[in-house]
């Protein structure tokens, strides 16, 4: 069964930072382009970051220069490093694949708050 689990989010004040973890199981994870979205209440998701197989990196302008994808093929897992975090960077981050998107999994709340 295919499955996407998030895990790191947390509450963090204003310029701190945070990890998020992605670990994937029941796909060929290492030939897939993973992407990390966040989402706030009455918003669509959207995508922040993405990493093809090949480890290219494309940022949303939002957070290019603050937050880092990268992923570990050997682990099955994404990773979202976020750095110098703001206020509006509040949402629940999920992961997915880039083309045929999977059945979302429950996401990470993060929090930046003083």
């Known amino acids: 069964q295919v499955q996407l689990v998030e895990s790191g989010g947390g509450l963090v004040q204003p310029g701190g930072s945070l990890r998020l973890s992605c670990a994937a199981s029941?796909?060929?994870?290492?030939?897939?382009?993973m992407g990390w979205y966040r989402q706030t209440p009455g918003k669509q998701r959207e995508l922040v970051a993405s990493?093809?197989?090949?480890?290219?990196?494309t940022y949303a302008d939002s957070v290019k220069g603050r937050f880092t994808i990268s992923r570990d093929n050997a682990k099955n897992t994404a990773y979202l490093q976020m750095n110098s975090l703001k206020p509006e960077d509040t949402a629940v981050y999920y992961c997915?694949?880039?083309?045929?998107?999977?059945?979302w999994g429950q996401g990470t709340q993060v929090t930046v708050s003083p």
């Open positions: 990493i093809t197989s090949g480890g290219t990196t």
């Open positions: 997915n694949r880039i083309f045929r998107p999977l059945s």
């Open positions: 029941g796909m060929i994870f290492s030939i897939n382009t």
